[in-house]
């Protein structure tokens, strides 16, 4: 399905800047901030193998070339394939499943039925880090075959315990690698102790860093990519086809490291809209899971932003994937 000339949905203005209002004689006024968008382009399906379906996570390794996970460990396994789309008139060519291996657990032995509940996967290094939510949550670094690496540990405040910790029903929702190789991890929202809709970042690193994002009432956090060390975007999912993608960043938000419970009155995230179901009515939106980078586009040297198609991918048992056209600062 495409949608020729699809609207722009969102725009949101990048960076906190005013323009001092003077006479008409004034100098003129530089341009406005350049803005993040995003427009539908086109909608695949992918698939054809067995018990390939229900896929929450993905994740861009090479060109045209990515990493996909699903829900289920029973057995816990990767799969491998390709997404060809053309950026030049944005469509997609075609795709399909041609690898994949079993995620093994400590000890590299396979993961029991009920062991992980998937949220999502990201290339890191020459291997790659996965993230289970639900009743059993944890970050692992796998490698690029599945073998078992190590887990990431959690703060105290995230562990979980009868009134505190990871919530299962807004537990670990994704996972996101920073362009210098830090790992980020969101909650769908609230920790146990926390505000329902209080979700938590967290950067692993020396200090492990964390930050409030705050979702919609109606919505709950399901992905996070990474455009650069402080701006993502986040997929927020509710009731039905109600989908959001959102322009997020650090920088303003209050600092929470290590607070063992928030009040609600912290400075959460500043998110701006830039995608909503709610403009593409006849959208067969499924149920969007995972977010992924496609190719940047084309660069035009007249253009004060640069674009880039990203992937959004559904856990559905037919497994669609949508594209769109972000734009982004230069």
């Given at each position: 399905?495409?949608?020729?000339?699809?609207?722009?949905?969102?725009?949101?203005?990048?960076?906190?800047?005013?323009?001092?209002?003077?006479?008409?004689?004034?100098?003129?006024?530089?341009?406005?901030?350049?803005?993040?968008?995003?427009?539908?382009?086109?909608?695949?399906?992918?698939?054809?193998?067995?018990?390939?379906?229900?896929?929450?996570?993905?994740?861009?390794?090479?060109?045209?070339?990515?990493?996909?996970?699903?829900?289920?460990?029973?057995?816990?396994?990767?799969?491998?394939?390709?997404?060809?789309?053309?950026?030049?008139?944005?469509?997609?060519?075609?795709?399909?499943?041609?690898?994949?291996?079993?995620?093994?657990?400590?000890?590299?032995?396979?993961?029991?039925?009920?062991?992980?509940?998937?949220?999502?996967?990201?290339?890191?290094?020459?291997?790659?880090?996965?993230?289970?939510?639900?009743?059993?949550?944890?970050?692992?670094?796998?490698?690029?075959?599945?073998?078992?690496?190590?887990d990431l540990p959690l703060p105290t405040a995230w562990r979980p315990t009868k009134n505190t910790g990871l919530d299962p029903r807004r537990g670990l929702?994704?996972?996101?690698?920073?362009?210098?190789?830090?790992?980020?991890?969101?909650?769908?929202g609230g920790l146990r102790q926390d505000p329902a809709n209080a979700a938590r970042l967290l950067t692993f690193g020396r200090t492990n860093p964390e930050?409030?994002?705050?979702?919609?009432?109606?919505?709950?956090?399901?992905?996070?990519?990474?455009?650069?060390?402080?701006?993502?975007?986040?997929?927020?999912?509710?009731?039905?086809?109600?989908?959001?993608?959102?322009?997020?960043?650090?920088?303003?938000?209050?600092?929470?490291?290590?607070?063992?419970?928030?009040?609600?009155?912290?400075?959460?995230?500043?998110?701006?809209?830039?995608?909503?179901?709610?403009?593409?009515?006849?959208?067969?939106?499924?149920?969007?899971?995972?977010?992924?980078?496609?190719?940047?586009?084309?660069?035009?040297?007249?253009?004060?932003?640069?674009?880039?198609?990203?992937?959004?991918?559904?856990?559905?048992?037919?497994?669609?994937?949508?594209?769109?056209?972000?734009?982004?600062?230069?």
């Amino acid at each position: 399905m495409r949608l020729w000339g699809a609207a722009i949905i969102g725009i949101c203005v990048v960076g906190l800047s005013s323009l001092l209002v003077g006479p008409s004689s004034a100098a003129p006024r530089p341009p406005a901030p350049v803005a993040v968008g995003a427009f539908y382009t086109d909608t695949t399906t992918i698939g054809g193998v067995p018990t390939f379906a229900g896929i929450t996570g993905f994740d861009r390794v090479a060109n045209g070339r990515y990493v996909l996970i699903p829900k289920d460990s029973a057995p816990g396994r990767f799969f491998t394939g390709s997404i060809r789309y053309a950026s030049g008139v944005g469509g997609f060519q075609s795709t399909g499943i041609d690898g994949g291996a079993p995620i093994l657990g400590p000890g590299n032995l396979p993961l029991l039925p009920g062991a992980a509940q998937f949220e999502g996967i990201r290339r890191a290094g020459s291997g790659y880090v996965v993230v289970s939510g639900g009743a059993q949550p944890f970050v692992r670094l796998i490698g690029s075959i599945g073998l078992y690496g190590r887990d990431l540990p959690l703060p105290t405040a995230w562990r979980p315990t009868k009134n505190t910790g990871l919530d299962p029903r807004r537990g670990l929702t994704g996972v996101a690698v920073g362009p210098g190789g830090q790992i980020s991890v969101l909650t769908a929202g609230g920790l146990r102790q926390d505000p329902a809709n209080a979700a938590r970042l967290l950067t692993f690193g020396r200090t492990n860093p964390e930050f409030t994002y705050r979702t919609d009432r109606d919505t709950r956090a399901a992905d996070i990519l990474a455009i650069n060390a402080t701006d993502y975007l986040v997929l927020e999912r509710g009731a039905g086809r109600v989908t959001r993608i959102f322009f997020t960043t650090t920088r303003g938000a209050d600092r929470v490291t290590g607070k063992s419970r928030l009040t609600g009155q912290e400075k959460a995230m500043p998110k701006r809209l830039i995608f909503s179901s709610s403009g593409v009515p006849r959208l067969n939106t499924g149920n969007m899971s995972g977010l992924a980078w496609g190719n940047w586009q084309p660069d035009l040297p007249w253009q004060r932003y640069r674009a880039r198609t990203l992937f959004v991918i559904t856990d559905d048992a037919v497994t669609r994937v949508h594209s769109f056209e972000v734009h982004l600062p230069r």
